[in-house]
């Protein structure tokens, strides 16, 4: 009997093909990463890693024909190291980075892994504010990283930046042990060397060493791409980030470090920042994660693979020349946006002052046409976190389909369309009222896009 999940599945096939991703958090994958994802290594079990020292400057091609030396759990490794190696290689490139851990299942992994690999317990971090665009797993009380340790929120000024005066006086009155630059809703770019100064600052002032560490899981790709500044380049020790955003590969999580690459069975009697790639590769295997999904890192292998031809810096660009586009045709049609634009690939609209309308009805009525985004706290939204009185949308998914600036008219047009209904309806359940005119737009997102077939039809 055929397994009904395998309707559903068809179905989100027809429902992603049809519709407009707009969440700047979500992407398409290719075929071939979908191919290696869907693969016979999710049978493998691999605990442990593929050797990293000792290894001379072995070639792509070598690295898949040489037996390498590994440390590991369980028998039948030869191609599973091969596979996880190649992963690292590509990952470093394209980060210059000198070490990368591809095991961790999720951002939120990749996360929780660099507290516990530098922080013990009750040891403070600086991180942004969730409320102003940083991350849950930067913080927020719910989570089980901020019962360990002792988060210390900083968050956006007036302009929408960062407040880098507020995180200095917070580094400086406050002995961290680490400071997080990272975020889910920021649209603009970082001053990193400005971070990178106050960590000096504060180190001096505490007489340790203090953990720099970025959380780029949304810009990965442009920072791949080399139109986004890298972290890495500005004395950041640590970064992380998922795969699946504008990097475009499997969900997942990876961390890159700087620092002297060593063996992860060897005991550490001291910690420092100059061995934290074999204090995060401890803290991934075994401190957090048992077995890795070999699976996924095969499809991150191929994704970095991408990411490293040239086409993707020009598809990185344009999701930039992108937002930027979206975002003005946006104001022309009455919408406030956060930071009054933006820098990257994501956009932050405040709906009530554009319309007067909640984030949440403006999601729902915006799904009922194909168009998808999310509701989103904006900084002192007084909405809370189900009712806030932002959105926040991006162009990565979009990009990868092959929209292109005259696109981002006609979805502002949209927009602008379900706004107007959403104030006139007022609440979620007089939506109903306007079904013909939504079917009507519905209709034409679903014409426009067929037009622009997934990567994977
Ligand atoms: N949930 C992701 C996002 O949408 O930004 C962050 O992990």
Redesign the pocket.
Known sequence: MKDLVFDLIKKEEIRQSEGLEL????NYVSKAVLKAMGSVLTNKYSEGYPSFEGIPNWSEAEIADKVLPNYRYYGGQINVDRIERLAIERACKLFKADHANVQPHS??NANEAVYFAWCEPGDNILAMNLGHGG??THGSPVTRSAKIYNFIPYGTDKSGDLDYDEMESLAMENDVKLILVGY??FPLVPDFERVAAIREKAAAKWGHEILLMADM??VAGLIAAGIHPNPLDFGFNVMTT?TH?TLRGPRGGLILTKGKVGSPLKKIEHKSLDIIPTLVDKAVFPGTQGGPLEHVIAAKAVAFGEALKPSFKTYAKNIVKNAKALAEELKKRGFVLQADGTENHLILIDVMKSYGINGKLYEKALDLIGLTL?ANALPGDTGGAFRPNGVRLGTPAITTRGLGVKEMAKIAEWMEEVAKICKEAGTEEKLADHQKEFDKLHQEVIALATTFPLPTA
């Open positions: 969440i700047p958090s979500e951002g939120a991350h849950l889910s809703a899981a949304h998922t955003k999310n």
